[in-house]
């Protein structure tokens, strides 16, 4: 399943999940239902490095991923981002996708072969941030545009969506982007699959 943050994108169970949770708002702790059962070794994650691309500069992202990436940082003793050469696992992109309906994307790749679910050990990943969805369609703050580099992040440290309103990692059926920083949730799922 491609890690895709769009409206339209939405299954039934995603939805089914999304009202239990709404009418039974009492906190929910961390289950592995919401992460990807691959990701990248244990051992990259400790200093998992990401490249920006020119294009974040072309399109002016450049600072709201230097803002987003970190935000994971200090969670989890094991879990690491950090900006670093071309040769980075994590490589951002912005582009002009027009034809495409999402904000961000983060595909996962194992073997050079991309992983649709989600679940083999990944030797890198690719984000692309959608300048037509977030500047001309919507005209996203810089806040926001931040809110999508950090979920896309989170993909990126196999979080999958929470279907909760409280998170970075809710997808945004609703184009919700209260949370620029990962919240609880988010930081206890991080620590269930990475430890403390």
Known sequence: MRAVCNKILHTCSSLAIATFMLVH????????????????????????TYYKDPSLTTYTYADEVDK?????????????????????????????????????IMDPYSGGTYDPEGDDIWD??????????????????????????????G??????????SVSIMTDDYYDDFSYYLPQTMDKDHLKLKWGY
Request: glycine letters at 8%; zero cysteines.
């Open 25 to 48: 708002s009492e906190s929910v702790s961390a289950d592995a239902v919401h992460l990807f059962s691959g990701g990248f070794p244990a051992s990259t994650i400790q200093n998992l």
């Open 68 to 104: 987003a990436a970190p935000s994971w940082n200090g969670i989890s003793s094991k879990v690491k981002l950090t900006n670093g050469a071309s040769t980075a696992k994590v490589k951002v992109y912005a582009g002009n996708y027009s034809t495409q309906t999402w904000n961000g």
């Open 124 to 153: 890198s990943a690719r984000i692309r941030l959608n300048y037509y969805q977030m500047t001309t369609q919507k005209s996203l703050n810089s806040l926001s545009i931040q809110s999508v580099a950090g979920h896309e992040f």
């Open 155 to 164: 993909h990126a440290l196999s979080l999958k969506h929470t279907g909760r």
